[in-house]
């Protein structure tokens, strides 16, 4: 079982361009998240899905869109990328979405430039 | 919203001593607490979580409390091990509206064990 896969790894992106951040969990979670990590400023929400075919902003949605068209993956994507979106981007999931545990994928690196 | 404070950001231990983590939040309908570890590299890890109907939770050598009056809640760890050493988070679920909840996270405290 391998959880939540995130593609790729790390991405050296120019400003202007478009990037989609794809994400896979095979735990059949009917929530997902996209968060960005950034130094000194901890996880904070872009986006996020309840269930298949529904989704809704969260602390930071400007210049970040998603879609999730089945239960499995939750793609992301920049459709104009600014050097201000540099950062680490980690996708999750939880069984539902009220309170209880989130898994967390292994993360992109993603460079701006 | 939700606002969480973490303190320290961060945190340098003696092998074998305790750490304290504390949070405090600001909604006080909130009622799930996490604690995630994040090791270099790696995604968060859930560690320890507490919901609002309990006051403490134990896990081996990690613990957390709940203070819902004070909008407070702290991770400790004891006999700490340098496998401790990592970046931990809180974070606080409130109720976001559409029948959401979300989770928001401290800014993180990096804890050094020191061999």
């Known amino acids: 079982i391998a959880g939540i896969t995130q593609a790729p790894t790390s991405q050296i992106l120019a400003a202007g361009r478009r990037m989609t951040l794809r994400c896979t969990q095979d735990?059949?979670?009917?929530?997902m998240y996209w968060y960005r990590q950034d130094l000194g400023l901890g996880l904070r929400l872009i986006h996020y899905?309840?269930?298949?075919?529904?989704?809704g902003k969260g602390e930071v949605p400007d210049g970040y869109s998603v879609s999730r068209a089945n239960t499995d993956d939750f793609p992301l994507t920049l459709a104009s990328a600014v050097p201000s979106q540099t950062s680490v981007y980690f996708c999750?999931?939880?069984?539902?979405?009220?309170?209880?545990?989130?898994?967390f994928g292994p993360g992109t690196r993603l460079t701006v430039l | 919203g939700e606002n969480v404070e973490q303190h320290p950001s961060t945190l340098s231990v003696q092998e074998g001593d305790s750490a304290v983590i504390k949070c405090t939040y600001s909604?006080?309908?909130?009622?799930?607490f996490p604690w995630y570890k994040q090791e270099l590299g790696k995604g968060p890890q859930l560690i320890i979580d507490?919901?609002?109907?309990?006051g403490e939770k134990k896990d081996q050598r990690i613990a957390v409390t709940l203070n819902k009056t004070a909008k407070h809640f702290s991770l400790h760890i004891t006999e700490t091990q340098p496998e401790d050493s990592a970046v931990y988070f809180c974070?606080?679920?409130?109720?976001?509206?559409?029948?959401?909840?979300?989770?928001?996270f401290g800014k993180g405290t990096k804890l050094s064990v020191i061999p």
């Open positions: 999750a999931s939880s069984e539902t979405f009220t309170y209880n545990e989130q898994f």
């Open positions: 735990m059949r979670h009917n929530a």
């Open positions: 899905s309840n269930t298949a075919g529904t989704t």
């Open positions: 909604d006080s309908a909130s009622n799930y």
């Open positions: 507490i919901r609002s109907n309990v």
């Open positions: 974070a606080a679920s409130s109720y976001s509206g559409a029948g959401s909840y979300q989770l928001t």
